[in-house]
């Protein structure tokens, strides 16, 4: 915590206090400045840093995330954007190793606050992984249903439920046959909004995507676009991605990452449009042109 | 799409009926070359024999391969030959065990075996009289109760070095390792005088299975260990963004995704300790009538029996042995083939 306040020289402004009056001021701008809004809602990072081990991954990344948007996060490999999102529902303690500084703000509540209940916090902030990873020894049906077993959820209507979170994942008309088949029969790209389904079962408030594309062929990609854009209106998405194409056609906002061979930072952040026709950073506009990375 | 339809699939790559003959010939020739060259020689004997074809052949093998192609291709053709050779010698080992079983047991197998005891009778006894009825059930119950002990000890043991990684798991692996090359006379003569002598002091199957649990134990968490670090950790992470609790993902989405090589695991253990003779001997006293009950008297035991009969050394008791040895074989291969078949049948859907 006490590293978000060493970088006061950022442009970006970290302390709640100060944020939370420029958050009036700039409300009508748009501006994706943290505490841009008002605070108690949605997700926000602020100040975060993160180590593995003695190395310095990550530097003081303060970002919103409004409901019903969709946010991507481009940048070379090894900048940080991964480690970013699964600090941001408490995967990131996963890594043997792993270190972070900062808070994230879900509903205005710091996840990391001493007595979290972290298993609430993944409830409410879902994941899709890069490498479709359905449960080998469940059936299509079981798979996407999982969460409910994992996490103890009673629901009165499971069919109904099965079959909302397939038909919003855009899976439904090409699985609903064969619900009771293994769910590694699918094809990679089927798998992967298996998973989407299955991470919606239990109805996150965010969902992250990390590279959720990266393993698949371009028809599945589509696919998988199209469902991100039915999503958006009902939730918050943050996707990782490497391609600068999908981050242009799915996200409202995108945030540039980078690393120059220290901890990765976050150059640039604004709405998709802005940052891929006159970004303001020099760096971005290099990245986003493809002159670099 | 006429033509299509006339062209037949072929396999261009497998060896040409021309030179399925240069191999088979060359078999042949070398065959001959070792019947000459024993009978000619000094040598004697089937390693005789077994050197000279293995050294013949090679040769051979290797000089048709670097006339007609090099010597890379000589080189690989020698590799190969070697190595099955190699599979040849270990495979001729076990062969020879199955036949010798098969052949020697089946004098001795009658139905009373399984419906009689030894109470009435002695292993000199005419091999039609009297059976094994006793060593066959204290087996089971000594088998089934060791499972019982070992099958959630291990496994929770192999859970706390893959899953938990505490801060134990380094000498607890180290441990494990070591114990699963504890020689079975000492987990014996352990429980001997850590439980019989001060406590029960008297045989019985439960002091047996405990002796079996020790050496049960080590091969069950070995293997289950080794199964569940092969499940991806992409899986465990899925699990556990779901909301899942450690236990829970654990229990709901890493074991039932080994559980083929958990029962893997449960086979290779029953397998360490269904013949297992030492701790047997020292412990359970070896009874000749049936005792259905672990907690007191001795129990018989198919290693006891088969051990018994073959140290008596009448014609008779050595029959009787082998037909015990038959019928413990005999176990291991149906738990073997049903588990591997049950394991199959699940997860292959």
Known sequence: MSQSNESENENMETKPLTSSLSSVANAASASRTPGSRAMGVGLEARGIHAWFGDKHVLEDISLDFWSGTVTALIGPSGCGKSTFIRTLNRMHEFIPGAAMAGEVLLDGKDIYAEGTDVTKIRLKVG???????????????????????????????????????????????????????H?????????????????????????????????????????????????????????????????????????????????????????????FSRPKDKRTENYVTGRFG | MT?????????????????????????????????????????????AYFGCFLIIFIVMDFTIHFASRGLSAAKDATARAIVTFGVGLAVLPMVSILVTVFNRGRRGLHWGLFTHDMKMNSVSDPINQGGLLHALTGTVILVVIALVISLPIGVLTALYLTEIKGRFANPIRFLVQAMSGVPSIVAGLFILSAIVYPLTKSYSGLVGSLALSILMIPTIARTSEEVLLLIPNDL??????????????????????????????????????????????????????????????????????????????????????????????????????????????????
């Open chain 1, 127 to 181: 994941m899709v992984f890069q490498k479709p990873n359905p449960f080998p020894s469940m059936t299509i049906a079981e798979n996407v249903l999982a969460g409910l077993k994992l996490a103890q959820i009673k629901v009165e209507n499971k069919d109904e439920l099965l079959q909302e979170c397939l038909e919003r994942a855009g899976l439904w008309s090409e699985v609903k046959d064969r619900l009771k088949a």
């Open chain 1, 183 to 275: 769910g590694g029969s699918l094809s990679g790209g089927q798998q992967q909004r298996l998973c989407i389904a299955r991470a919606l079962a239990v109805r996150p408030e965010v969902l992250l995507m990390d590279e959720p594309c990266s393993a698949l062929d371009p028809g599945s990609t589509l696919k998988i676009e199209e469902t991100i854009s039915h999503l958006s209106s009902s939730m918050t998405i943050i996707i990782v991605t490497h391609n600068m194409q999908q981050a242009a056609r799915v996200s409202d906002y995108t945030g540039f990452f980078l690393s120059d061979g220290g901890p990765g930072s976050l150059v640039e952040v604004g709405p998709t449009g802005e940052i």
């Open chain 2, 3 to 47: 033509i299509i339809s006339t062209i037949k699939p072929q396999k261009p790559w497998l060896a040409t009926p021309k030179q399925r003959l240069a191999t088979g010939s060359t078999i042949l020739v070398a065959t001959l070359a070792t019947y000459v060259l024993v009978a000619i020689t000094p040598l004697k004997g089937k390693l």
């Open chain 2, 236 to 349: 465990r992470e899925a699990g556990v963004a779901l909301g899942g609790t450690q236990w829970r993902t654990v229990a709901m989405v890493v074991v039932p995704a080994a559980k083929t090589g958990l029962v893997t695991a449960v086979i290779l253990g029953i397998a360490r300790i269904a013949g297992e003779t030492a701790p047997i001997v020292l412990l359970t006293g070896g009874g000749e009538s049936v005792n259905g009950n672990p907690f007191s008297g001795p129990m018989g035991s198919l290693p006891f029996y088969i051990w018994k009969a073959f140290s008596v050394g009448s014609e008779e008791s050595i029959t009787r042995a082998w037909a015990g040895i038959f019928v413990l074989l005999g176990i291991v291969l149906v738990l073997f083939v049903s588990a591997r078949f049950l394991s199959e049948r699940k997860t292959s859907r």
